[in-house]
């Protein structure tokens, strides 16, 4: 990996450990839904997804949370396991869906959401041991759609930023 790429990918890391603080303090709903996050770090994610390879996506994702987890949440609480299994899960399938079916970018964003959402009620349920939770999830799901539109918007927003930067370099 050459040193271009590496500090691409370190100042990607940054914004979204930037972009994940800021909207921790926006209040979504006056937290009537514990947890219900715009999810603006993902936009970088799809940046990422877009211009370079799944791997680099998941070490920039694994990386904004546990740098996140280092400065706001701790390394061993709930918080950073529910975050953990969100970004994994996103991620996955987020690369996925751009590498194998024709989805818009939106589209690839909004499935990021409802697997991120997925992801942390399956690993909440697990530890604390409770099926309840379930009940929690159609109303992340649906909360998804918009902020999966959001950042989806933000993303294609900023790769487009990108390419007229890059053009205009040539």
Not at 44 to 69: C, E, H, K, N, P
Not at 122 to 130: D, E, G, H, P
Not at 132 to 161: D, E, H, R, W
């Amino acid at each position: 990996m050459d040193i271009r790429k590496i500090t691409h990918l370190a100042m990607l890391i940054s914004l979204a450990v930037v972009l994940n603080i800021i909207e921790s303090t926006i209040p979504i709903f006056n937290n009537m839904l514990p947890g219900v996050k715009l999810g603006l770090a993902n936009a970088i994610i799809i940046v990422v997804i877009y211009l370079y390879t799944f791997t680099d996506a998941l070490y920039v994702s694994l990386g904004r949370v546990f740098i996140v987890g280092l400065i706001r949440t701790g390394l061993l609480g709930i918080g950073f396991f529910l975050s953990l299994t969100g970004a994994i899960f996103s991620t996955i399938i987020m690369y996925l869906a751009k590498r194998y079916t024709q989805l818009s970018i939106i589209g690839v964003s909004i499935l990021g959401a409802i697997f991120h959402s997925l992801g942390q009620v399956l690993m909440a349920m697990l530890l604390l041991k409770t099926i309840s939770l379930i009940f929690y999830l159609p109303y992340l799901l649906l909360l998804a759609i918009p902020t999966g539109i959001i950042v989806g918007l933000m993303a294609k927003n900023i790769l487009s930023l990108m390419d007229k930067k890059i053009a205009l370099e040539r």
